[in-house]
């Protein structure tokens, strides 16, 4: 009797055992689905906000370029036109610093073996767009200040306004290729799932880094009139 007892201990505790693997195994892979779920869930809501900020870059740049190039041609803007400049590429400095934000956290949530890689050695140098902006709102200070309604292109102006439209144009055929070549020509929902899912954000963002790049050593006249100077 106490031998069957024995035997019969011994076989619950072997299935009581397998139990416990059993149910610790489902678990653990529940858990793995469900954080999976979570990181990709994650990634692609990264994905969502980084397009976001993509479309708008693009649109801001189609209207600078529009700006700059009329202007050039008249050899002088409005402060209406400058104040619709610094607008524009006071957004546009905003959403790259939100890319490199979201790139920072992609980065952080990806394995190094499929991650896509941006060389940023030099990131603070390269906002470029956070300069101009700088350059826009001081000479439209100033010209206002000075009562005048236009800012007239030369020498220094004239070489700035030159660089921002040589760098607009650059983004905005940076962009058309990057639609027709990749995107192959896809709008919308579409466009937008391709982008997300394949993170053609980040080659975009390394695209427009490395358009601003060429810009870096460019000397934008940031200056205040005199009378803020001695205040």
């Known amino acids: 009797m106490k031998r069957r007892t024995i035997v019969m201990k011994n076989k619950f505790n072997k299935k009581d055992h397998t139990v416990a693997i059993v149910s610790i195994l489902i678990i653990s892979i529940i858990l793995n689905v469900y954080s999976a ?5 994650y990634k692609y809501k990264l994905g969502q906000q980084a397009y976001n900020y993509i479309e708008e870059i693009r649109q801001r740049n189609e209207g600078n370029l529009e700006i700059l190039s009329k202007s050039l041609k008249n050899g002088k803007i409005k402060n209406e036109e400058l104040l619709k400049l610094y607008k524009n ?11 490199w934000q979201r790139y920072a956290s992609y980065s952080q949530n990806e394995l190094n073996i499929f991650t896509k890689i941006i ?13 101009i902006k700088e350059y826009i709102i001081c000479t439209l200070n100033n010209e206002m200040k000075n009562e005048q309604s236009n800012l007239i292109l030369v020498n220094e102006d004239k070489s700035c306004f030159e660089a921002m439209y040589n760098m607009a144009e650059k983004i905005n055929n940076y962009f058309n290729t990057f639609n027709g070549d990749i995107l192959k020509g896809s709008t919308g ?32 006249k940031i200056q205040m009139v005199e009378d803020d100077l001695n205040t």
């Open 89 to 99: 590429y006071d957004v546009i400095a905003g959403d790259i610093i939100g890319l």
């Open 189 to 220: 929902v579409e466009k937008e799932k391709k982008v997300i899912k394949k993170h053609y954000w980040i080659d975009i963002l390394e695209g427009i880094y490395g358009i601003s790049d060429d810009y870096v050593d460019v000397e934008w």
């Open 119 to 131: 060389d940023t050695n030099r990131i603070i140098e390269n906002d470029i767009h956070g300069q």
């Open 37 to 41: 779920y979570k990181v990709s869930s």
